[in-house]
């Protein structure tokens, strides 16, 4: 078995040191009511601290308490109460002498209204699509445009307040920003749409705006997908030059790191090389990138969720192409999200203590 030693270098990100290359990838827990993370959030990220991951980066977390929240019990940052309770979340992590990192998440054409309490608003979406060809919502106005880049704005210089080591836009998944960046779900023709510098406009805005406001040296990564809700195999980029003018200009408005989610990270991202998403974007941005998907197990997240079981896996394939440098970071989810022991465990070589996943780890905090 080769040694794992390639997972346990540091890296530093603008300035952010990482004891190792391991990330916890951002899980949506559903156990934060009124949307404020309370102390069994606390300790649930503390325990990954103490058990030794490299970088954490939150669930996904609401800007605001209107149009971005979906999903039951999800937490935001918008409101005092949360702030307090997000504060919470980073004096445990760092008093265990962790690193932790907020992703903000606005649901966008993927909110289900009905899940809220204010099911009278209206899901915000470029052009109204949650599902190409089928308009469901009122395509935003300029002014709502500039409410929710002022809002995410505000979100990640309340997380800074907060004490957050460095903030993630998510801009995967079909949500907000990832149906600005599809041509298939933003088919507007007015600045914020048309080419790729239209469509990322929005995105850019955010970024250059939220530098400004915490500085030059504070991270900044940005979550990116290629595939969709609805389409697993939709390629938002269709060429690796396509993945370079949108990466290029996410770079110019002053993005630090992308984190390329894939369902499987070994999956080569286009014809006539192994590399993975997060290995082009490296190579095409010159930026670091974090890889994740199916890392330690054997099947992918989404038939997770339907009740699909996996067992533990082989990391020699992760190793390989650790070795080779295609990507800096490896985010880990299912693994960590059941086991707050996963890195330790790596680390001693203990494989034969770990666990298989199934869908059950999702109703607790361990
Ligand atoms: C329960 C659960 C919740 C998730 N919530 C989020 C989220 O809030 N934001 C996000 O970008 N990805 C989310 N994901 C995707 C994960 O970050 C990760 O990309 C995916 O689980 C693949 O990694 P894994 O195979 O190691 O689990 C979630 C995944 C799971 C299993």
Same mark, same amino acid.
């Given at each position: 078995?080769?040694?794992?030693?390639?997972?346990?270098?540091?890296?530093?990100?603008?300035?952010? =040191?990482?004891?190792?290359?391991?990330?916890?990838?951002?899980?949506?827990?559903?156990?934060? %009511?009124?949307?404020?993370?309370?102390?069994?959030?606390?300790?649930?990220?503390?325990?990954? =601290?103490?058990?030794?991951?490299?970088?954490?980066?939150?669930?996904?977390?609401?800007?605001?308490?209107?149009?971005?929240?979906?999903?039951?019990?999800?937490?935001?940052?918008?409101?005092?109460?949360?702030?307090?309770?997000?504060?919470?979340?980073?004096?445990?992590?760092?008093?265990?002498?962790?690193?932790?990192?907020?992703?903000?998440?606005?649901?966008? %054409?993927?909110?289900?209204?009905?899940?809220?309490?204010?099911?009278?608003?209206?899901?915000?979406?470029?052009?109204?699509?949650?599902?190409?060809?089928?308009?469901?919502?009122?395509?935003?106005?300029?002014?709502?445009?500039?409410?929710?880049?002022?809002?995410?704005?505000?979100?990640?210089?309340?997380?800074?307040?907060?004490?957050?080591?460095?903030?993630?836009?998510?801009? =995967?998944?079909?949500?907000?920003?990832?149906?600005?960046?599809?041509?298939?779900?933003?088919?507007?023709?007015?600045?914020?749409?048309?080419?790729?510098?239209?469509?990322?406009?929005? =995105?850019?805005?955010?970024?250059?705006?939220?530098?400004?406001?915490?500085?030059?040296?504070?991270?900044?990564?940005?979550?990116?997908?290629?595939?969709?809700?609805?389409?697993?195999?939709?390629?938002?980029?269709?060429?690796?030059?396509?993945?370079?003018?949108?990466?290029?200009?996410?770079?110019?408005?002053?993005?630090?790191?992308?984190?390329?989610?894939?369902?499987?990270?070994?999956?080569?991202?286009?014809?006539?090389?192994?590399?993975?998403?997060?290995?082009?974007?490296?190579?095409?941005?010159?930026?670091?990138?974090?890889?994740?998907?199916?890392?330690?197990?054997?099947?992918?997240?989404?038939?997770?969720?339907?009740?699909?079981?996996?067992?533990?896996?082989?990391?020699?394939?992760?190793?390989?192409?650790?070795?080779?440098?295609?990507?800096?970071?490896?985010?880990?989810?299912?693994?960590?999200?059941?086991? %707050?022991?996963?890195?330790?465990?790596?680390?001693?070589?203990?494989?034969?203590?770990?666990?298989?996943?199934?869908?059950?780890?999702?109703?607790?905090?361990?």
């Amino acid at each position: 078995m080769p040694s794992t030693d390639v997972l346990f270098r540091s890296f530093t990100l603008n300035g952010m =040191a990482i004891p190792n290359r391991i990330v916890m990838a951002p899980m949506t827990r559903s156990f934060s %009511p009124g949307a404020v993370p309370g102390e069994d959030v606390a300790a649930y990220y503390r325990r990954r =601290a103490e058990g030794g991951v490299g970088l954490i980066l939150t669930e996904g977390v609401h800007p605001n308490t209107t149009t971005a929240d979906g999903t039951p019990n999800v937490p935001t940052i918008a409101t005092a109460e949360s702030q307090a309770g997000w504060k919470n979340v980073v004096d445990g992590v760092h008093a265990a002498g962790g690193l932790i990192g907020i992703q903000i998440w606005h649901e966008g %054409p993927m909110r289900k209204p009905e899940n809220t309490g204010h099911p009278e608003i209206e899901s915000w979406s470029p052009s109204g699509f949650n599902i190409p060809g089928k308009q469901k919502w009122t395509p935003m106005d300029e002014a709502e445009i500039e409410q929710a880049i002022t809002e995410f704005v505000d979100a990640a210089v309340a997380a800074k307040a907060a004490g957050f080591d460095c903030v993630e836009f998510h801009g =995967a998944h079909s949500y907000l920003l990832d149906s600005f960046f599809w041509d298939k779900t933003n088919l507007r023709d007015d600045q914020w749409g048309g080419d790729w510098e239209g469509r990322t406009r929005m =995105a850019c805005e955010i970024i250059r705006r939220t530098r400004e406001k915490v500085g030059a040296d504070y991270p900044l990564i940005i979550r990116i997908s290629q595939w969709k809700q609805i389409d697993f195999d939709a390629k938002a980029a269709s060429n690796p030059d396509e993945f370079a003018v949108w990466l290029g200009l996410l770079k110019d408005a002053g993005i630090d790191a992308f984190h390329c989610s894939q369902r499987r990270f070994w999956e080569p991202e286009f014809e006539g090389s192994d590399l993975n998403c997060a290995g082009w974007a490296k190579k095409l941005s010159g930026l670091p990138t974090i890889s994740v998907g199916s890392v330690g197990l054997s099947g992918e997240f989404v038939a997770a969720y339907s009740g699909e079981a996996s067992e533990p896996a082989s990391l020699d394939r992760l190793i390989e192409m650790m070795e080779r440098d295609e990507f800096d970071l490896i985010a880990v989810g299912r693994a960590l999200l059941q086991d %707050p022991e996963w890195v330790q465990k790596v680390r001693d070589g203990r494989n034969d203590e770990l666990m298989s996943f199934t869908k059950e780890a999702l109703g607790k905090l361990y």
